[in-house]
Nanobody, 123 residues
Framework: QVRLVESGGGLVQAGGSLRLSCAAS????????MGWYRQAPGKQRELVAT???????KYADSVQGRFTIYRDNGKNTVYLQMNSLKPEDTAVYYC?????????????????WGQGTQVTVSS
């Protein structure tokens, strides 16, 4: 009932930039925190950045100052602007959303993930 679809990944040289987008669709009442996570080969999935519906942000130390997360609440979309990319940023990037749905007078919340988009940074 809820889908998160990422786009914008690709291959870029070190020092370059990419912008990821994640659009949520379906029976959505509201989206609370949205975020980006990444998983490199052989490693666990890690948090990159999150943003609340009010605009408060949090970043991993490794991306602080280089990445910027922002969202368009009217479009249920979150973005990740990635600058000064490094080879160690290479990973599959996943979008996450804490979504509230409404059915009549009933509200329910759940966590949703996108399918992931590959980011590869060459040295």
């Amino acid at each position: 009932q809820v889908r998160l679809v990422e786009s914008g990944g690709g291959l870029v040289q070190a020092g370059g930039s990419l912008r990821l987008s994640c659009a949520a669709s379906g029976t959505i009442f509201s989206i609370n925190t949205m975020g980006w996570y990444r998983q490199a080969p052989g490693k666990q999935r890690e948090l990159v950045a999150t943003i609340t519906s009010g605009g408060s942000t949090k970043y991993a130390d490794s991306v602080q100052g280089r990445f910027t997360i922002y969202r368009d609440n009217g479009k249920n979309t979150v973005y990740l602007q990635m600058n000064s990319l490094k080879p160690e940023d290479t990973a599959v990037y996943y979008c996450n959303g804490d979504v509230t749905q409404r059915s009549g007078i009933l509200y329910s919340g759940d966590d949703y993930w996108g399918q992931g988009t590959q980011v590869t940074v060459s040295s």
